[in-house]
Structure formats: C-alpha cells, structure tokens
C-alpha cells in the first residue's frame, strides 16, 4: 500500500546566510565532490514551507531554558497544526514526538560563484545628519549619523531539494493517543504542496519566487527521498538518466514549467513526456483526498 508522499525539485531559489564577521554576511555552504556548493538548509527551508502552509498560524511557545513549542493534552499534534513538524517539550514530562514530513538541503546545482554586494545607508545617515545640523564630510560626523557601509555574498541559483510526508502519521500523536479526522489530516498535507508549488522567499528584503521549474514524485509504499539520488542539473541541463526514467516508470510523474529554463528542454519533454505544474499537482491533490476517503 502506497504510505508516503515524496517529492523532489528543482528550483530557482536564494541561499540562506550562516555565520557574519562584522559588517559581512557569508551564505550557507556545503562541501561535496571536492568542491564547494551554495544551499538553503533543510531547517530554513522547512521553516518557509511551514509559514507559507499556515502551519504555524496556531503556533505557541513556552520557555524551559529556551523557547520550544508548546505541547499539552489538549495542545498535540492533532489539535495543533505547528506540532506536526515535530516537537520535543521537556515542561514536565518529556514529550517527543518526530515531524511527519522531512526535507533535505537545498543545494546549488553549479558549484559557488563568490558574488559580492556592496551597500550602504546613506539615505537614512544623510536624513538623520541633516535632521542634527551634521556635516558627513566633517570628520566623527559620519559615525554620529550612523552611516554603515555592509557588504554580502548573494546566490541565486537552481537548488534541488526533496520532500517526503509520512501519510500514515500526518494528525496522530502516540504521546496522548490522539488522533485528527481525515478531513483534517488531507488539507494538512495539501497546505503543505501548495506551500511547495507556490513557494515564495524573503532573503535580506528581497523577494524571491522559488517556484518549481522540475518536479519528480508522487505517491510511494516507501517512506524515503525516492528521487534525491537522481534528479540532476549540470551546466543547466537536467540529466536525462535511465534510472530516472526507470524510477518514473513506477507509477510517478513529473512536471516542467516550461520557458527555457533547461538549456535541453525540447530533449526534456521528448524523452520524460513531463505534465504541466498544474496538472501534476491536481494529480496529486486527488490522489491524497483519495488516500484519506475525503
């Protein structure tokens, strides 16, 4: 019996920021193949996805050393959409409970170009130094003014990253033996596809469409990244695999949005026959109604 929901993409998306020295911010890295990779971290990424599903619209948090989600009898994971992603609370007993879905890195197709930005705040130094009768060219006058030069390295690139949702514990929490209807337990799983078609970042007040321009999946009898081991970009051109296909073959999809954003799409679409990304996720929208009887 098919179990699990998994996914992966392919998406045009902005790294998230690790580690500063001093006025300088560095974007996350991983090191693989003897080079160097840009990514967004699962935890960022699952983060977003989880915001943007409404996942956290009923979010509460509690303070025991550091701030955790607030989990109670009546406050559970299939009362409270946040505590489907996972809890650990240590108020009183302690209570564990594993996400029901998990995400892998985002990481960039192409190894990392080092692109630095260069800014400052001269308008708003400017404004507060004529405000205070102070002259920028003065010397100490622009320390006073607060003027700020910053600088940061910026990538945005295609990433792959790939999601798998346990369906048979979507709404249950074993902790207080509680349990969320079907009709519940299929709009938690479809918030967080639409979250995933639709996806939208903020990185350093920049808005960033992470959309997905090739998506592979759909519904599993196995509980793993299905697909994380061959989806492939390499110099823009999506790898065209016989594992790939095979692997499709197994009653999965995929999907292209289509404007040349694979240097070798007519090959794309001749050899994977891909459905649109609105097709595909119709698909498996009816597929998950049809999983819970809804």
């Known amino acids: 019996m098919k179990k699990a929901l998994t996914l992966t993409v392919v998406a045009n998306m902005t790294s998230n920021y690790s580690e500063g020295l001093g006025n ?11 080079h ?5 971290s699962r935890e960022s990424l699952k983060n977003a996805i989880c915001v943007q599903a409404g996942l956290y619209d009923d979010l509460e948090t509690s303070v025991d050393g550091a701030a955790q989600k607030f989990v109670s009898e009546k ?5 409270c959409r946040a505590l489907e992603g996972g809890y650990m609370s240590t108020e009183g007993l302690t209570y564990i409970r594993n996400s029901s879905f998990y995400l892998t890195d985002a990481v960039a197709c192409d190894t ?10 001269l308008y708003l130094a400017s404004n507060n130094a004529k405000a205070n009768g102070l002259n920028l060219q003065e010397e100490g006058n622009a320390k ?42 299929a709009e938690r799983v479809l918030n967080l596809l639409n979250a995933v078609k639709n996806l939208s970042l903020v990185v350093k007040g920049n808005l ?24 492939r970009v390499k110099h823009g051109a999506l790898s065209i695999t016989e594992d790939l296909k ?3 073959s197994e009653d999965f999809s995929c999907a292209l949005l289509k404007g040349d954003n694979f240097t070798n799409e007519d090959q794309v679409v001749k050899e994977l026959c891909p459905i649109s990304m609105k097709q595909f996720f119709d698909k498996l929208t009816e597929q998950v109604k049809s999983y819970y009887g809804v």
């Open 112 to 121: 990392f170009v080092n692109e630095t930005r260069f800014h400052n705040n």
């Open 208 to 231: 960033d469409n992470a959309e997905p321009l090739f998506i592979a999946g759909g519904l599993s009898d196995r509980k793993t990244h299905y697909f994380e081991n061959v989806v």
């Open 246 to 248: 095979d692997k499709l």
């Open 144 to 185: 006073k003014a607060g003027l700020m030069p910053y600088q940061y390295e910026y990538d945005k690139s295609m990433k792959t990253y790939s999601l798998t949702i346990d369906l048979e514990m979507i709404g249950k929490d074993e902790n207080f033996n509680a349990e969320a209807d079907s009709e519940e337990k």
């Open 36 to 40: 160097v990779y840009a990514m967004r």
């Open 24 to 34: 300088i911010s560095s974007v996350q890295k991983v090191f693989k193949g003897q």
């Open 75 to 79: 406050n559970n994971a299939a009362t």
